[in-house]
C-alpha cells in the first residue's frame, strides 16, 4: 500500500509479502522503488529520500505489542537499502495501515480512538500510536496538518 505517513510518502507492506532473506527482500524493493536511478521512472518512488521509504509491518508475537515496523531508507541514485536509521514520519502511518489490513482485529467494531503499541525494529523501542477510527478502519478526515514546505 502507497500512503502519505507524516510528511514522507512510503510503501507499506506486509512481512510475509516480502522475501525473509534480506537480500532477495533488498534486491525486490530496490526494483520496486526504482532504484537506482535519479527519477525513479521505473518505480513508485519519487527520486527524493522522502519519497523513498518502505515501512515492513507484522502482527507481534512480543508481550504488550501489537506490531512490529522496520523502516528501510531505499536510495535513490545508488541500489542501497538501509536499516540503520528509524522514521517517525511513516510510523505514523503504521496503525492505519495496520487496521486497513486486518493486522489488529481486537479493534475490528471500534468507533473513536485506538492504541496501537508499535514495536521498531531498528531502534528496538516502542512507541504508541493513537488512531482515530469508525468502525475498525482509519478515518482519514480531520483537522490535523502535517506543515511542509516545498522542495526547491
Not at 532477495?24 to 519519497?51: E, K
Not at 531508507?73 to 538501509?82: I, P, Y
Not at 492505519?96 to 486486518?102: I, K, Q, S, T
Amino acid at each position: 500500500m502507497l500512503m502519505r505517513g507524516g510528511s514522507s510518502k512510503g510503501a507499506y507492506f506486509l512481512a510475509e509479502d516480502l522475501p525473509s532473506d534480506a537480500v532477495a527482500r533488498d534486491d525486490l524493493l530496490l526494483r520496486i522503488v526504482g532504484s537506482p536511478g535519479p527519477r525513479q521512472i521505473d518505480g513508485i518512488g519519487g527520486a527524493h529520500p522522502l519519497t523513498s521509504k518502505v515501512a515492513v509491518v507484522a502482527a507481534s508475537t512480543r508481550p504488550g505489542v501489537d506490531l512490529d515496523y522496520l523502516f528501510l531508507q531505499v536510495g535513490v541514485d545508488e541500489a542501497l537499502v538501509s536499516d540503520g536509521q528509524n522514521c517517525g514520519n511513516l510510523l505514523a502511518g503504521i496503525g492505519p495501515f495496520a487496521l486497513e489490513r486486518g493486522l489488529l482485529p481486537q479493534h475490528a467494531d471500534a468507533v473513536g480512538e485506538v492504541e496501537v503499541t508499535i514495536y521498531m525494529a531498528n531502534t528496538e523501542s516502542v512507541a504508541v500510536a493513537t488512531v482515530p477510527v469508525e468502525h475498525g478502519l482509519p478515518r482519514y478526515d480531520g483537522g490535523t496538518e502535517v506543515a511542509w514546505e516545498p522542495y526547491r
